[in-house]
Each structure stands twice: as structure tokens, then as C-alpha cells.
């Protein structure tokens, strides 16, 4: 207990001191002027030397978006964004990182150790610049080297487009096209990278990959676009986002995931997204709208998408399955924690198409300081998906009494063989449980921590081990100063 | 949708001929509400599914039944001669006060008022808005809390008639009050809006049984908007049948405002109308206050049934708790949205609520949306929702124990429908209930 104590304040200490990495130098940086427009779109096309096919869908993204509104059917309050007042190219602007491990507090390293966190995941914690650190070329080669062997495609989708277009052309908007909505249409007519995933027949991902292991292009830009393929019978687990603060301005973040699994193909998408929310004052932070879709588009195929989203002064985001296959699986897993005055508006969409199709919903809403936090989420049941099966659990916790919780479940069958289930709680923060902490001796604020987790545990529990550590010390920071 | 002006019901474009027929147009402040009332109406439209609220009902068919007043300078449209032939349709036999609607019109001679405690006024509205209209201005809106709807600012400016009923403080009325709402169609599809007003003074007591019933089928719009104000201590307990003509629209509004220790139970049955919505939105503006909404439907054919409700937990300690059930044959279509409200000091406040669909048929749709919006920390909520046929297991018990698989079948729908029943207090509705669920079961 000690030893995660003493994490939690450490870490704690670093998203704390937010100024201490936070001021920014641009660095030689190729920029397209201010606004957006046609010319953007092509400056951005020509910069990545694209081909004339992704130039025009991008095109014809732009085109659409000109004339979208905004959507505003969320609980979310923020000032009106001017999408005229943003470079939408840019090269990605760096922060003051430490340049290597020694310029990190040894106390901070001593605490990492003792917990067993891997030499580069206390780099990514500290905000050590990766690629400025020791032998990260060799690093990457020898991850890459792996993955060549077993056919495996990992690379940003910029490298896909030049090296396996026909992949990126048969799959890039066949699950969230360019038309979905205002800030997937924004994406596709504007992003700049991400990452792309490509898992042959059969294989197996020996490793689970993440965003960081791509090193080089680890720091990607605001519209990431990543797009994953499980081809049959395949399995790989993605990571994404990484647990280091990110100290950025008030700044838009409009990403797209597209997931496709086939015949008995697997992916497991993990989340931990902790963007910089905003001091306690609501000033400042990340507008996360993000859009995130899988297709289980062969039999018995699988996705599930779990997430620990503690960041983002606004968070927009609905990771969805679309259960095509007959016997597909489509998961969510959540937690959202929002405190000060964060706003969080997220949850799934699960449509059942196919036969036999089953999905799961497991998502724990925690509000604290003067937040809003919303599960949003729709189970839909087509006339076709015969036997298919949903169970939905909903659970809000509220620290305090100037936040909200809110809980916006759709439900839609048209099967009589389907069986849906949905649950919802809202409580508070037993106060029992809370003496019986304290009690023996803990401090209110890890008390705290101590039932938040537990209380999450069940989607804790379903993220990979690595991340696993790093989203419990995250529960307690974000909640840092909800209590006493 | 502000942006369209259009009404989309062409009868409402000759507001101004129709207006000046109704009753109170001499009283200025009620010709100033009516006519501020329907600029707000045009000026939303009839709602779309683009609204949020009516994300699953689509009112267009309104719009295409060509409809006419069912009032024309204060005559109602639309014959019936005598109770007697609906008495069948009644769900209730025992003594009450009984005030019989016709297309909406208050019905003297059909009615059996009674003798009522002192204190009590019961009577019809279109009466009193012609002949006594002030005493009326404080119940008038007075348990509205709603902004935008749009069909009940077209209500508050086409009302012609409905029901009065004031219970004075500490009254208890011990015989049911009854108000049978009869649609009786005519060759021209007819619509009326009707307008109860109910209020329960400090700690006086009433129940109240509400049947929508037809008189011969046939096309017609019934859209009645009731305020129920229940006072500190008082209960009231609401009963409704809505037995419409299966090709009837019939889009209901109930308003109720509770104060402390104030209870309110509402039970509504649903078997009736083509397309049919019962809104109920209630506060719960005192301490202690209670809430209680229980509801059934059965669709089939191409019924269209929502029921829509919001309970708003303004004040500390308070209670609601809610349970809807229903069964969907053919291609019946069912929409259950419910929302819970805690206002942020509403702390210590419960509220549970249940939604369980039986589908019969592959065709049958149930949409549920229950909803939790939570502002206070110190609270209790929880919703639940099910849907789907019936449990197979269950099902092969009774075969295994010789029973038929049409009678297993029917006897399975019984008993979850059966529940709502336990919570009833009135053995008279419970009867009733029970009637409509094997009524609706023998044609199965």
C-alpha cells in the first residue's frame, strides 16, 4: 500500500506542477497558414505526397463539412470553437521534455522500480522525449522486426498509404465514412497521421501494440486517423494514448478509429486517455470529440474497446461495435472520471445485426468538483439478429454535491428472441465504507481512491497489466481534491 | 423545429374563426392566453422525431387525417344517445361520481354528479370558463411546467370543455370519481382537446378513475392535457383506461405538481388508439413527496404506444418509483421514455424505475429510453430495462405438466403483467385490469 501511496503522490506531483515541462518552443516547423479551406486540404494531401484517390476523398469530406452544423445534442457546455483560428498543419509543436532518465527525480525512478514499471513506461510517465533517449531506432527495429516475421503491418497510416495503399483504400472509411458526422468529417478532411495495424490470417499478435512502440511517430497531431485489421482467425491487442500528462493548451482533438475484425479475428482496444483537463478553475484543456467504430464484420468475430478516460476538459466519445459477423462479440468497458470542471459525455453504441450476436456494456461514471458526467449509449437490436443478447450496466458515483450525474441509455429491439437487459445506479460515496477506511488510518483523499478503485475494478480488470498499474494510480490523482 | 412555421393540422390555420366560438372569449386575459397560446403552437409546429422527446413517435399521420374542430359554436359534433350501450366498455361498476364526456364536451345529462362532501366542486370547464372564468384563473396552468410543447399550447387555445374537480382542505371523498371520455367518430375525422383541472387541497384525499372509450370505432384525435396539483399532505390516486378506437390518435399530457408529504399514484392502462402517447411529467416540490407511476400496455396489429415520463425530484426527501410493462404482438410498437430529474439540493432523494417489454412477434419494436439526469450527491436512483419474449424454461414447465402451449403461453403473459396489479390499491381497477389482459389474450 505504501509503495502505491508514495506513486500516486509522486505522479500526482508531476500532473500537478503543470508549468514545470509545460512551455512550449516551436521548433523549424513547416506550417499551413491559419484557417481551413480547400488549399489546407490539398497543402496537407501534398505534404504526405498522398495519391490522387485519398486527396479527393478527403475533398469531398471538406466539402461536406462546410456545410454541417455542430452537433449539440449533448449535455456538454463549452464556447463556441472557430475552426478559422487553428493551423491544421503543422509539425508537431514539442515541449521542454528532460532529455534522458538522469534528469528525472531518482526518488520518482525509485518509486517505479519498486513497482516494477518497465524502464521506457517510466520514461512515458516521467515525459521523457522518447526519441531523444538512448537507442530508440534499435528499439523499434527489433519490435519491428518481430512483427515483419509474423506479417504483421504496424506503421502510421501515412507509411500505409505509400507502402500498402490498396489496404488503406479498401478499408479507410468503410466503417466510419468521411460522411458520419461534423468531427469525423473534419478528420477525414484533415488529418494528418495515426496509426495502421494490418494482422494477417491466422496470426496471433505476439505483443501488444501501442501507439508508443511506433516511436517515431509517437507524437502525433491532433486528428489522429488509426485504422486496424484483424484479417481471420487473427488476435492483436492495441494500446492507445499513453498515462504521461500532456500539458497542452485549450485545443481541439478530433480522432478516428476504425476497427475491422473478420472471421474469428479478435481486437482488443485499450484506452487510457489522460489529456491535460483543465486547472481547478475550468481554464485550459483538451476538447477530446473523438469517434471510434468497430466492425465485426466475420462470424464469431470479437472487438472489444475499454477505456479509462480521466482527461480532457470535454470528452465526446462513443467507441461502438457494429455485430455484422453471425456469433460476434462486441465489448465496452468503461471509466469515466471527471472532476473541477470537466464535462464527459460518452458511452457505446452496440448494433446487433447477425444472428447470435452478444454484447456487453460495463461503464462506471465518477463526478467530482463541479463536473458533469454523462453515459450516453444506444443497444440496437435489427429484426435479423435473432438470439442476440446485450447486458448493460451503468453505475455513477458522485463525490460531492456540485457535479452531475447522468445516465442517457437507448434501447431499441426489434427481435423476439433477443433478450436485452439494462441496469443503472447512481449513489454516492458510501459513507460507511469511508470510516471504515479511515478508521484505520488512511487519509480521506486515499480512501477515496481506495473505493473509487474498487469500485471500477471490473473494468480495471479487463485492461492489459501494464496499464492496468498506471489507471488506478490515475483514478486517485484525477479525483485529487474532491474530498476534505 | 422553430424554423417551420407550418402547423401542419389545416384546421388549426383557421384559428381565429374557430377561437372566437369557444368559451371565455369575452374574458380578455383568456382570449390574450388563448392567442398567445396558439402563436406559440405555429410557431413550434406539430413536433417531429427530429425532437428529441418524440425521437420514436412521428405525429405525421396527424397531418394527413384531414381533421376537424369537434366543437362548433359550443355544439359538439358527434352523437351518442344514451350511456347504456358503453356501460359494458366501462371499466368500473361501482358507485361514483360519474361525469361523461362526449368528442370532449361535458355531458350533463349523461352524468351522475351525486352528492358530494362539502368542500368538493366538481362540474364541467366549458361552464365555467363562459360564466365564471376569473375563480378559474389560479388553477389554470397552474401545474404546467413544461415550456415548449406544442400540443399543449394548442390545447390551451382550442380547450372547449373538461373536467373542474377542487378538493377543499381535509375533504376526503370516499366514492370514486369517474370520467369516461367518449369518442364518438363522424364521417369527418373530428378533434378535441380537453382540459381537466384537479386540484387536492392541504390533506384531503380523492381517487380518481379517468376510461377513454369509443363509441362505434373510427378515426378521431383526442388530446387531453390534465394539471393535477397535489397540496401538502394531500393524495390523490389516478386510474386510466385508454380504450380508443384502434384507429383513434390519442395524445395525452398529465401535469402534476406535489407538495409535502403530497402523494400521487398513477396507474395507465394502455390498449386502445392507432397511435397513442401518455406523457406524464411530474414535480415533486415538497418534502416527503411521493410519486408513483405504473403503467401497462398492450399493442397489436400497427399500434403505436408511447408513454413518456419525467419525475423531477425538486426538493429533499423525496420518493418516486415507477413501473411499466408491457406486450407487443403483430407489429405493435411500443416507446417507453422515462426520466428521472434530482435537482441539485434535492438530497436523500429515491428514485427507481422499471421498464420490461414482452415481444410476441418478430415484427413488434419496443424502444426504451430511461433516463437519469442527477445533480444532487446524496441520492438513490436506479433504472432497469428488459426486453424480450417469453422465457422458454418457464414455458416448458407448463408443457412438461400437460398444459397446452397456447393456455402456458397465455398464463406466463398473466403473470408479468401481473405485478402491476399488486401495487394497486383500488380492487375495482385490479378487477379491471385483469379483464383487459384476458380480453387482449384471447386473441392470441
Not at chain 1, 427481435?415 to 470510516?435: G, M, P, Y
Not at chain 2, 412555421?5 to 374563426?17: C, E, H, K, V
Amino acid at each position: 500500500m505504501a509503495a502505491s501511496v508514495d506513486t500516486a503522490e509522486t505522479v500526482q506531483s508531476i500532473a500537478g506542477d503543470k508549468y514545470k515541462y509545460g512551455f512550449i518552443t516551436d521548433i523549424e516547423s513547416e506550417t499551413a497558414p491559419r484557417g481551413l479551406n480547400e488549399d489546407t486540404v490539398r497543402f496537407i494531401s501534398a505534404k504526405k505526397n498522398e495519391p490522387e484517390w485519398l486527396l479527393e476523398w478527403r475533398l469531398k469530406a471538406f466539402r461536406l463539412w462546410t456545410g454541417m452544423t455542430e452537433p449539440s445534442w449533448s449535455k456538454l457546455g463549452y464556447p463556441p470553437i472557430d475552426y478559422q483560428d487553428a493551423y491544421y498543419y503543422s509539425a508537431p509543436k514539442r515541449k521542454e521534455a528532460p532529455k534522458s532518465l538522469d534528469e528525472i527525480d531518482p526518488e520518482l525512478l525509485k518509486t517505479y522500480e519498486k513497482l516494477g514499471i518497465p524502464l521506457r513506461e517510466q520514461e512515458m510517465l516521467a515525459g521523457v522525449a522518447v526519441d531523444a533517449v538512448f537507442d530508440s531506432v534499435s528499439v523499434a527495429t527489433t519490435f519491428r522486426k518481430k512483427l515483419e516475421e509474423k506479417g504483421i503491418i504496424f506503421c502510421s497510416i501515412s507509411e500505409a498509404v505509400q507502402n500498402h495503399p490498396e489496404l488503406v483504400k479498401k478499408y479507410l472509411g468503410s466503417v466510419v465514412p468521411y460522411s458520419d458526422n461534423f468531427f469525423a468529417t473534419l478528420n477525414s478532411a484533415v488529418f494528418t497521421d495515426g496509426s495502421f495495424v494490418y494482422v494477417p490470417e491466422g496470426v496471433r499478435c505476439p505483443m501488444e501494440l501501442s501507439t508508443y512502440f511506433r516511436i517515431n511517430a509517437a507524437q502525433t497531431g491532433q486528428f489522429e486517423r488509426t485504422l486496424i485489421i484483424a484479417d481471420k482467425g487473427s488476435y492483436v491487442s492495441y494500446l492507445e494514448g499513453c498515462t504521461a500528462p500532456m500539458r497542452d493548451e485549450n485545443q481541439l482533438h478530433a480522432a478516428v478509429v476504425e476497427l475491422i475484425a473478420l472471421d474469428d479475428a479478435e481486437i482488443k482496444y485499450s484506452t487510457v486517455q489522460n489529456w491535460y483537463p483543465g486547472d481547478e478553475n475550468g481554464k485550459g484543456g483538451i476538447y477530446n470529440f473523438v469517434t471510434k467504430r468497430g466492425a465485426c464484420r466475420g462470424r464469431n468475430s470479437q472487438i472489444s474497446w475499454t477505456q479509462v478516460e480521466t482527461g480532457s476538459a470535454i470528452t465526446w466519445k462513443y467507441p461502438s461495435c457494429i455485430l455484422q459477423g453471425e456469433n460476434s462479440v462486441g465489448k465496452f468497458y468503461s471509466i469515466a472520471i471527471t472532476n473541477n470542471y470537466q464535462q464527459a459525455d460518452t458511452g457505446t453504441k452496440m448494433i446487433h445485426i447477425g444472428k447470435n450476436t452478444r454484447s456487453t456494456i460495463v461503464s462506471k461514471g465518477i463526478s467530482a468538483g463541479k463536473a458533469q458526467n454523462t453515459y450516453r449509449g444506444l443497444v440496437k437490436i435489427l429484426p435479423g439478429a435473432a438470439n442476440a443478447r446485450n447486458h448493460t450496466q451503468c453505475d455513477s458515483l458522485l463525490i460531492g454535491d456540485k457535479c452531475g450525474a447522468h445516465t442517457v441509455p437507448y434501447i431499441e429491439t426489434r427481435n423476439r428472441t433477443a433478450r436485452v437487459e439494462h441496469e443503472a445506479t447512481t449513489s454516492k460515496i458510501d459513507a460507511d465504507q469511508l470510516f471504515y477506511c479511515m478508521q484505520r488510518g488512511l487519509s480521506a483523499e486515499d480512501s477515496v481512491s481506495l473505493i473509487v478503485n474498487g469500485f471500477c475494478k471490473q473494468v480495471l480488470q479487463e485492461l492489459p497489466m501494464e496499464f492496468a498499474v498506471e489507471a488506478q494510480k490515475l483514478v486517485g490523482i484525477s479525483l485529487e481534491g474532491s474530498v476534505g | 423545429m422553430a424554423s417551420e412555421t407550418t402547423t401542419g393540422l389545416p384546421y388549426a390555420d383557421r384559428f381565429a374563426a374557430i377561437a372566437a366560438t369557444l368559451p371565455g372569449q369575452s374574458v380578455p386575459w383568456l382570449r390574450e392566453l388563448r392567442e398567445d397560446s396558439f402563436a406559440r403552437f405555429a410557431q413550434l409546429g406539430l413536433p417531429t422525431p427530429r425532437v428529441e422527446q418524440w425521437k420514436y413517435t412521428n405525429l405525421h399521420p396527424l397531418t394527413k387525417a384531414g381533421f376537424e374542430p369537434a366543437v362548433v359554436n359550443g355544439q359538439g359534433r358527434g352523437q351518442i344517445k344514451a350511456l347504456q350501450p358503453l356501460s359494458s366498455l366501462l371499466p368500473a361498476e361501482e358507485p361514483a361520481h360519474r361525469l361523461v364526456f362526449v368528442n370532449g364536451l361535458f355531458r350533463r345529462d349523461l352524468s351522475e354528479i351525486g352528492a358530494l362532501p362539502e368542500g368538493v366542486r366538481l362540474d364541467g370547464l366549458g361552464e365555467a370558463l363562459a360564466s365564471e372564468a376569473e375563480s378559474l384563473a389560479p388553477m389554470l396552468g397552474r401545474a404546467v411546467r413544461s415550456g415548449d410543447n406544442a400540443l399543449l399550447a394548442l390545447n390551451t387555445a382550442l380547450m372547449a370543455d373538461g373536467c373542474i374537480l377542487r378538493i377543499g382542505r381535509g375533504v376526503s371523498i370516499d366514492a370514486p370519481i369517474h370520467l369516461v371520455f367518449v369518442g364518438a367518430a363522424e364521417e369527418t375525422a373530428l378533434a378535441f382537446h380537453p382540459r381537466n383541472l384537479i386540484v387536492a387541497e392541504r390533506d384531503s384525499r380523492a381517487v380518481i378513475f379517468e376510461s377513454h372509450v369509443a363509441s362505434n370505432g373510427g378515426v378521431y384525435w383526442s388530446n387531453p392535457v390534465t394539471e393535477v396539483t397535489v397540496e401538502d399532505g394531500a393524495e390523490i390516486q389516478h386510474y386510466k383506461f385508454q380504450d380508443e378506437s384502434l384507429d383513434a390518435f390519442h395524445i395525452a399530457l398529465t401535469e402534476v405538481e406535489i407538495g409535502e408529504r403530497g402523494r400521487y399514484h398513477s396507474f395507465v392502462m394502455t390498449s386502445g388508439g392507432r397511435l397513442s402517447r401518455q406523457e406524464i411529467r411530474a414535480v415533486l416540490d415538497g418534502k416527503g413527496a411521493e410519486c408513483r407511476l405504473t403503467g401497462g400496455y398492450l399493442a397489436r396489429g400497427k399500434q403505436h404506444v408511447d408513454n413518456t415520463t419525467e419525475i423531477v425530484h425538486a426538493k429533499p426527501h423525496t420518493t418516486s418509483k415507477e413501473v411499466y410493462k408491457g406486450v407487443l404482438d403483430e407489429q405493435g410498437r411500443a416507446v417507453f421514455q422515462g426520466k428521472i430529474i434530482v435537482e441539485k439540493d434535492a438530497q436523500k432523494s429515491d428514485g427507481h424505475q422499471l421498464n420490461r417489454t414482452l415481444l410476441l412477434s418478430d415484427r413488434a419494436e419496443i424502444d426504451t429510453k430511461p433516463e437519469l439526469e442527477i445533480y444532487a450527491d446524496d441520492v438513490k436512483c436506479s433504472h432497469g430495462a428488459t426486453a424480450g419474449e417469453l422465457e422458454e424454461s418457464a414455458l416448458f414447465y407448463l408443457r412438461a405438466r400437460g398444459i397446452d402451449e397456447t393456455a402456458a403461453r397465455r398464463m406466463l403473459i398473466e403473470a408479468f403483467l401481473g405485478d402491476l396489479g399488486e401495487d394497486l390499491a383500488s380492487a375495482t381497477v385490479k378487477a379491471a385490469l385483469q379483464r383487459r389482459v384476458s380480453n387482449w389474450l384471447a386473441a392470441i
